[in-house]
């Protein structure tokens, strides 16, 4: 599994280039995530993928081939913090409703909603957390599940910043 | 000034040079063919719209400028996919306009409606949709410039109808491009130019791949600089017959599936490789695992996506390589290296200097005779055009060029029906060359119809089909791998030389070998076009064949047989 952050033009139809190129180059997405950035025209993707290094570093390439990517980095090898939200609505009852609470305590876990019959529990973190909590949860019965896919960013000063100069428009084609 | 969206295109176009464009009106264009009218600019009216893309594609690898194509919505977009997707693969800057249904009607499934930029995504470099006549004209140019730029490819622009009939203020000078900022990568660090450099001046046997690059980034003397500096052996890809003149000594001809044996012998035992502006594609390179296993490997390349794409290299320079040559240029220790170009010399006997043409005449046409007689009566003069398949290889082989775009066919795509508009397209890039089409009897049936834009145009080529009957080059895998059966191969064709009368165009059909040079004599002394109906052998086959997958020493030769083949056995 392979980890790529790219800044793209935040606008209609760059979502598809990225995938369809993915696609293109018979790379399987896990995840993939987009988000606003400080700038309000350039998005942030992080990009979790099936492939190795090689792969990788095609995928980077060619991303940054694409008009509307700015930039893309394969951080995989560096020192990085990701996180993965979920929010699980889990079967709880009278009876097990304290046994629920006492495992999110561990887990970190939030309930965010409270139904007679079910709770809906909001958690933070990495992939392998989830995947614990909701093997847990699992005998509870797990009604429904959303999650966001990974982000991801490089610890300390190791900083990955949006190219913000105006280049020419000569030297931004062929770069 | 306030213009019509349509306007501002024409004007937008004029501004930027341009001064042809091959196209095929419509509906959703409509309102830009009316500008044009009004316009200085000349429209090539095509019979199809793939002829329109390939016209443009052979344009712009003639002139070595931006090629444009214009069609309208629905299928006049679709038609031009292939065409698109063959300059995509062959890194050919072509600028498609295709016209659109009115913006409100966008995604309604409306008559002609189709959703081009969707469709061609993966085979340009870039697409766009414009729904604002203001933003045309930054938008075109925008295209212009990321077409041309980096490693150039097609770019399409769908301009909608109600842009095109709206009015905007245009300004040239304030609608500059404004491309989204990048990150500028440092090409290579001084690392790995020192190690380039080691490897260049310890080789014994180094061997230099040059591609199609060497022509795009306008290398051709520093390339030759370069490898007259270090005295390097060179060998060519399709693409990139012409950027080295075949002339020169060092120069040993084409690689790869149907390249030389001598050359593909000669990459086995190389203990250096030195790729420029190339991207080991499968057909140079056969089996990867077996290829050129005793060579480093130095890759020179603009596209850093295609570094150790299919083989893994030990100094990749990543830029352009005019500039990366001559950075290196002055670093090269001149080393005689006798016994590798003895060696060489040694694999390649006497082939080299043996003539086909003192050959004993057999009785037989060979489409060899055809192209080698062709090279001889245009002094290697002339712009040849191809298209796909086995007269496509006996091109590569049997002409010689000397000079940059000068060979123009469609390697990577490998575009049957390409021949003919591209030929039409870069007539118009070189007015005063002498353009010669030269096409299977298959090929040339996709696309004939662009006989009639010869004729309307009044623009003088030569087409030379080289008809065997069959779809030669299949017919060729069949007889090595299918036990001879040939499915769907034999092929029926109209009388060419009185297809071409009907056209409009002088017609000859040539059987024996001795009417070729007359033939083409009087073709080239003609003011107007003429085609020539080559009959040649019709179950010959192109040799050494290196089979698909196998390893690159692997060749299939020539088998006792009066025409003598290009290469002698080492």
Not at chain 2, 191 to 213: T, W, Y
Not at chain 2, 310 to 331: C, I, Q
């Amino acid at each position: 599994m392979q980890t790529l952050v790219a800044y793209v033009e935040n606008k209609p139809g760059v979502l598809n280039r990225v995938s369809s190129l993915a696609r293109r180059l018979a790379i399987n997405i896990d995840s993939l995530t987009v988000g606003p950035t400080e700038n309000e025209e350039i998005a942030r993707m992080t990009i979790v993928a099936h492939t190795d290094a090689k792969g990788a570093h095609r995928l980077e390439a060619s991303l940054e081939k694409l008009v509307d990517v700015l930039l893309a980095e394969n951080i995989s090898d560096r020192s990085l913090l990701e996180r993965d939200l979920a929010l699980i609505k889990v079967a709880a009852d009278q009876q097990s409703r304290p046994h629920l609470m006492d495992l999110l305590k561990v887990f970190r876990g939030r309930v965010v909603d409270v139904a007679p019959d079910s709770l809906i529990v909001e958690v933070s973190g990495t992939v392998d957390k989830i995947d614990g909590l909701l093997e847990v949860l699992r005998p509870y019965g797990v009604l429904e599940m959303a999650r966001t896919g990974r982000i991801a960013m490089t610890r300390g000063g190791d900083l990955l910043q949006p190219p913000n100069d105006a280049v020419e428009p000569e030297a931004a084609a062929k770069s | 000034m306030k213009l019509t969206g349509a306007e501002i295109l024409c004007e937008t176009l004029e501004h930027l040079g341009v001064k042809e464009i091959f196209g095929y009106p419509g509906g959703a264009i409509l309102p830009v063919y009316d500008a044009l009218g009004k316009s200085k600019l000349h429209h090539i009216l095509v019979r199809h719209e793939q002829g329109a893309t390939h016209m443009a594609d052979g344009y712009a690898r003639a002139s070595g400028g931006v090629g444009v194509a214009m069609a309208t919505s629905g299928p006049g977009a679709t038609n031009m996919v292939t065409g698109i997707a063959t300059a995509m693969l062959d890194s050919s800057p072509v600028v498609c306009i295709t016209g659109q249904v009115g913006s409100k009607l966008l995604g309604s499934d409306a008559f002609q409606e189709i959703d081009i930029t969707g469709i061609t995504m993966p085979i340009t470099k870039h697409n766009v949709v414009v729904s604002r006549a203001e933003d045309i004209a930054r938008t075109v140019r925008e295209a212009f410039v990321i077409a041309k730029s980096g490693r150039p490819g097609p770019v399409l622009v769908d301009i909608t109808k109600d842009a095109q009939q709206a009015s905007a203020e245009f300004d040239w000078d304030k609608c500059t491009p404004k491309l989204p900022p990048k990150r500028r990568r440092a090409s290579y660090d001084k690392a790995e130019f020192d190690r380039a450099i080691e490897l260049l001046n310890s080789s014994k046997r180094p061997l230099i791949l040059a591609g199609h690059g060497i022509m795009i980034s306008g290398a051709m003397k520093a390339f030759a600089d370069f490898v007259h500096a270090g005295h390097f052996p060179v060998a060519m890809t399709l693409l990139g017959i012409g950027a080295f003149p075949a002339n020169d000594p060092l120069n040993l001809g084409m690689m790869g599936m149907h390249g030389e044996a001598w050359v593909n012998h000669a990459i086995q035992e190389a203990d250096l490789l030195i790729a420029v502006g190339m991207r080991f594609d499968d057909r140079v390179t056969g089996d990867l695992r077996t290829y050129a296993k005793s060579a480093k490997k130095i890759h020179i390349e603009i596209d850093r996506a295609e570094i150790n794409k299919n083989v893994k290299v030990d100094a990749a320079l990543v830029g352009d390589a005019r500039e990366v040559l001559e950075a290196l240029e002055p670093h090269m220790e001149k080393t005689a290296r006798p016994d590798w170009h003895a060696r060489i010399k040694e694999m390649q006997g006497d082939s080299a200097v043996r003539d086909i043409q003192s050959l004993p005449d057999t009785g037989h046409l060979y489409a060899a005779h055809v192209i080698n007689d062709l090279w001889k009566e245009t002094n290697g003069d002339a712009i040849v055009v191809t298209d796909v398949g086995q007269h496509q290889m006996w091109e590569a082989q049997y002409y010689h060029h000397n000079k940059p775009r000068t060979l123009i066919t469609s390697g990577g795509l490998g575009t049957m029906g390409f021949a003919l508009p591209a030929a039409i397209g870069a007539k118009f890039a070189k007015p005063d060359a002498d353009v010669w089409v030269v096409v299977g009897d298959g090929g040339f049936q996709m696309t004939m119809s662009e006989l009639a834009t010869i004729v309307q145009e009044k623009i003088k080529i030569n087409i030379a089909i080289i008809n065997n009957g069959y779809l030669g080059m299949v017919r060729q895998w069949q007889e090595f791998f299918y036990d001879k059966r040939y499915v769907a191969t034999p092929l029926v064709a109209p009388d060419f030389a009185a297809l071409a009368n009907a056209f409009g165009i002088r017609g000859e059909r040539i059987t024996a070998r001795a009417d070729v040079v007359p033939t083409i004599r009087s073709a080239r002394e003609c003011k107007e076009s003429v085609l020539i109906d080559f009959r040649v052998e019709q179950e010959d086959s192109v040799y050494p064949m290196v089979p698909a997958g196998a390893s690159l020493h692997e060749m299939i030769r020539r088998p006792n047989n009066p025409l003598v083949e290009t290469s002698a056995e080492p």
